[in-house]
Each structure stands twice: as C-alpha cells, then as structure tokens.
C-alpha cells in the first residue's frame, strides 16, 4: 500500500501547492488562470502531438477502445440524466448539468498525471482517445440540452450549430488533429520544433495540478449535501465502474489500456464544470461538487490503484 501511495501523493502534494499558493496570496486568481490557459492552449497539445507523434498509427487507433469508454461514459450520462429528470423533477438544464458532472472526467489536469504515474507513456494516448469522447459526446451533449432548455424557441439545429464551432476551437482538438495528420502522412517535424514541442509536453502535468490546486481555492459546501454527493458518487464510483464493465465487454482491448481507461474515468470531473454549472444554473453545487470530488479523489485513486495492483494487470 506504501507504493500505491508513493504513487498519489506527489500528485496531490502538487494539488495542494496551487492551493497554498491562492491561500497565501502568492498568486492571484487572474495568474492562476493564466497558468491553467498555459495549460490548456499550449502543453496539453503539445502533449497529445507528441504522443501521436511517438507511437505507431496502429497504436494510436484504438476503436475498441473509443467504442468501450464512449458506451460507459454514455450510460453513466444517461443513468445521471434520468435520475435527475425523473426522479428528482429537475429542469432539463440542471439535469445535464449534473449528468456531465458525473460523465465527463479531468482527463488533461489529473487524469493524465495520476495515468502516466502508472502505466507510462500510453497515458498520453489515452489522453487523446478520452478527450475525443469528452468533446465530441459528453460535453456537447450536455450542453444542446442544456441551451434546449434555457432557449426556448431556439431550433436544434441551430443550437447544435453554436456547440460545434465552440468546440471546434477546443486546443486539445486542434492539436489531435494535427497529431493525427503528423501520424498518417509522415511528415518529419523540425528538431526544434520537436523540442519546442517536448519541453511544453512535460509541463504538462504539473502544471495542469498545481492549476486544480488553484481553482479549489475558495469553494465552498453549504447545503447542498445530496446533490454533491450524488454528483461525486457518479463520478468517482459508477463512472470506473461502467468503464470497468464496458471495457470487459468489449474484445481485443490490452490490460494496460483498461488500466489507463480505469484512472482516467476515475479523476474528478471537467475543470471547467463550476463555470458551466453557474451557466445553467448550478453554480453552486457544481463547484462544491468538484471540491468534494478532488479531495475524495485521492482515496477513492489510490484504492483503484491497489485493486489493480492485485490483479495481473500491471505488475506493481
């Protein structure tokens, strides 16, 4: 167990460094966000460039793998969606709120870092497939109806529209697409662009931690203690668990990816989630909700991890 921990802890250490440094007052809420557009437009797709970049095409196009993680992800949106609609009687905008909290996980701030920690290299892969189903099924999806439900009158078709040209600018997408044309054509990159490209990718990580750490600064949770939970428990417990279940219906997927398809589904939810939770009307509870579901995340990672290490997965 001593080793599981070795494993968590420095992520969270750096977690709790972006927090001290908000706390403290060392950093300011607008420098904070200035590293996490560092982040987000610069190394995360320098990150995925070069993975594609590093590794075969055959390595790179793994449908089984898309076909699993998107069938898990989709069920937990849709079991999320349900539950709030019917069974709570929530508005429609809410109720995808609260599915996307529990669907679509931090795959670039802590699922990379906690993924490449464990099984290496193919981290940065599965960072590129995870992020294609992110932002071309779950958060789109989430955000048609929830724009549905705050713009009556407003076609779908045109609502569909908006949601595509905004996610066409997602930087981690441009740099899939350009990894991928790299990969399938051939073209040599330039050494020094190459290397340009190596230093953002190992920044990565850490920053994109110590950015979290940041943003958890300030949240608070007042009241809202079935709604959180119900978030969190989908997040950090059924949405591995479909994925688990997903994975081991689908043939042909190696070990070591449904190892990495486990810690990813397993990160909290999008970083951005309190920012499209205020949007529609779930400010609160979608900011609350990712504080618990950070700080739960730590044990709830770590007793994933040593599930896995009992198994012959990955030899620990």
Sequence with gaps: MLAIFAITTPI????????????????????????????????LPALVIRALT?????????????????????VVFGGGLFISLKHQRQPLNASAMQALGMAAANSGFVGYPVAAMVIGSPAAILLALNMVIETL???????????????????????????????????????????IFLAVTGLPVPSPLFKAIDMLANAAGPAALFVIGGALFGLQVKG???????????????????????????????PIYLVGALLFSAAPMISIYPLLGQRYGLGGVSAAAMLVATVASFFTLSL????????DWLVF
């Design 12 to 43: 969270f250490l750096l977690i709790s460094a972006g927090y001290i440094a908000r706390w403290s007052g060392l950093i300011t809420r607008e420098q904070m966000q200035g590293i996490g557009v560092f982040v987000m437009y610069f190394a």
């Design 137 to 179: 099924i779950i958060i789109p999806t989430a955000l048609i109806l929830a724009e549905m439900s705050t713009q009556q009158g407003t076609s779908v078709w045109k609502t569909v529209k908006q949601t595509a040209l905004s996610l066409a600018k997602n930087p981690v997408l441009v740099g899939l697409f350009i990894g």
């Design 54 to 74: 590093h590794h075969p095409l055959e390595d790179i196009l793994q449908l089984n793998y898309l076909l699993a993680y998107a069938l898990g992800s989709v």
């Design 224 to 254: 809202m203690a079935r709604d959180v939970g119900q978030i969190v428990v989908g997040k950090l417990i059924l949405h591995p668990l479909a994925i688990l279940i997903a994975f081991l219906l689908v043939p042909g997927i190696e």
């Design 304 to 311: 994933i991890i040593w599930l896995i290490s009992l198994t």
